[in-house]
């Protein structure tokens, strides 16, 4: 799908030809492409200010027929997610001209002085994630991806470079699957359904994959997670996988909040946005598709991957606000509110796999509060750790792939507002303010003493009108991010 080439612009057999252009700087190195862009710039409506596009047919001196020059404006505003933007844009733009392959011309990294490796690694990552539509309920499908993309590239950036399409495609398949499973409706990934559909993947990636189901969790006493599901005639699992390489040294966990559906319970939330709940397993949809793209990536490290599914729903069997239950680690959590249904699964999972593998880290991921959505907005997500090295590694990833995430505080002394007068510990604060945080302290309860970060997703996790390489609906925030973060950690 995507590859390098240093193919000659005389000659190519491929019809579209696309020309980033910068506006107050020439950026490319090659002679014939700074006299086609001298050639764009001579009209008036085409400056390469940022969104500057134009169409030139039958340009002299090159074979593509239609060359696609497209603005990406000032030199000091570019930055890899300009060209991850850019990439996933003009790809949209040619599917749903009909067209099936176009041809990228690279800017140089030398003039951008950024490394050429972000450089060609943005465009190709925008450039496959944009070429992505969810359309598997229309019958109408009415545009079609493009089938092949290519990069222009010098021969020895291609040399040293090409092994990267293969490992962009391969993760950027990781993030278009938590995609689809998080844009996916509801009543097609009930825990039942959506365990099916991760445990047949993992198997594809000879995976190790075990489910829990409602009658084990019971008999292991999984009290806290199985309050959430009792609502439901929808039953509970938990999803088990585990990529061991032969010699790893040491093993990290991802969790990942798995609401199929949160309704709130019988803290019934309104009907205004309700459609968007199924965005709840975003944190599941994660950590399973990540754990697929760990299988083919083969890092010398144990991923362990553990999503608790379950469905939050009303009803005379549900839990009420006032229930005390026993947690798998034995304490006793009364439920406030059956709204703050995302740590009570996540508590038993957390507890379950510390306690059986004692991983060296473990990262949880979920959609767990509308406050970490208040506090840094729609697309940069709340990193929670004791651990400065674990969460500076994280923010660092999140640079890297752009998908942001940003430090939030631990306070020890803000532990008092999730006491409970009656159980062990309560679900929710007893202030309105710092929801993300009282969130995360809650969490931090069951860590026991391992190396721990919580990110709470629940902004990022879902765009309701899409971007320019991310279609309305899941984002799949958190695979790309992971799979960087493997290999810094
Ligand atoms: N799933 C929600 C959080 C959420 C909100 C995700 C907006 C995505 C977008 C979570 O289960 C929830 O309802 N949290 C409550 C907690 C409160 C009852 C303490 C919230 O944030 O209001
Ligand atoms: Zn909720
Ligand atoms: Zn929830």
């Known amino acids: 799908m995507l590859n390098l080439t240093t193919a000659d612009l005389k000659k190519t057999a491929i019809s579209t030809l696309i020309v980033p252009v910068c506006e107050d700087m020439e950026i490319h190195e090659k002679s014939i492409i700074k006299t086609l862009i001298r050639e764009a710039k001579k009209l008036k409506e085409f400056k390469g200010k940022t969104n500057d596009e134009i169409i030139l047919y039958n340009m002299p001196s090159v074979k593509p027929e239609r060359i696609f020059f497209t603005g990406i404006g000032k030199i000091e505003k570019l930055k890899p997610d300009v060209f991850r933007s850019l990439a996933g844009r003009i790809v949209k733009a040619c599917a749903t001209k009909g067209l099936s392959e176009i041809l990228f011309v690279l800017p140089s990294a030398k003039r951008l002085k950024i490394e050429t490796e972000s450089v060609v690694e943005a465009f190709l990552e925008g450039a496959y994630l944009g070429n992505h539509l969810f359309d598997r309920y229309k019958k109408d499908k009415k545009v079609k991806p493009l089938k092949r993309i290519s990069f222009m590239v010098p021969p020895d950036v291609k040399q040293k470079f090409n092994h990267l399409p293969k490992r962009v495609e391969t993760i950027c398949q990781g993030t278009i699957l938590a995609r689809e499973w998080v844009s996916m409706p509801p009543n097609d990934k009930t825990p039942e359904l959506f365990s099916k559909r991760i445990v047949s993947m993992a198997k594809k990636e000879k995976l190790k994959v075990t489910v829990l189901n409602e009658k084990e969790m019971k008999r292991m006493k999984f009290g806290s997670l199985l309050a959430v599901s009792a609502g439901s005639v929808n039953k509970p699992c938990m999803v088990v996988m585990e990529y061991n390489p032969v010699k790893s040294t040491k093993e990290i966990v991802f969790v990942g909040k798995g609401v199929t559906f949160d309704s709130g319970g019988i803290n019934l939330k309104s009907a205004d946005g309700l459609d968007s709940m199924k965005m709840d397993m975003a944190g599941a949809a994660a950590a399973a598709a990540s754990l697929i793209t760990v299988a083919k990536l083969k890092p010398r490290v144990k991923v362990t991957g553990v999503i608790p599914l379950v469905e939050n729903m009303p009803s005379g069997s549900a839990a009420r606000p ?5 947690s798998y680690s034995g304490k006793t959590v009364e439920i406030g509110n059956t709204d703050a249904e995302g740590r009570l699964i996540l508590i038993d999972a957390l507890s379950y796999i510390i306690k059986k593998n004692k991983p060296d880290i473990v990262i949880d991921m979920a959609t767990l509060t509308g406050a970490c959505v208040v506090a840094l907005g729609e697309k940069i997500a709340g990193v929670f750790s004791p651990d400065d090295e674990l969460s500076s590694a994280i923010i660092k990833s999140g640079e890297k792939t752009d998908e942001r995430c940003w430090r939030l505080p631990l306070p020890e ?29 809650f969490l931090a309860e069951f860590r026991k003493k391992t190396k721990w970060a919580h990110i709470d997703i629940a902004g990022p996790a879902y765009a309701k009108k899409g971007n320019a390489y991310c279609g309305p609906g899941g984002t799949g925030f958190g695979v790309r991010l992971f799979c960087d973060l493997l290999d810094k950690i």
Not at 322 to 326: E, Q
Not at 430 to 440: D, F, K, L, N, V
């Open 322 to 326: 006032g229930d005390i239950v026993k």
């Open 413 to 441: 002394d803000y532990k008092e507002l999730i006491k409970s007068d009656f159980a062990d510990i309560k679900n929710i604060a007893s202030s309105r303010y710092g929801g993300a945080i009282t969130a995360a302290l």
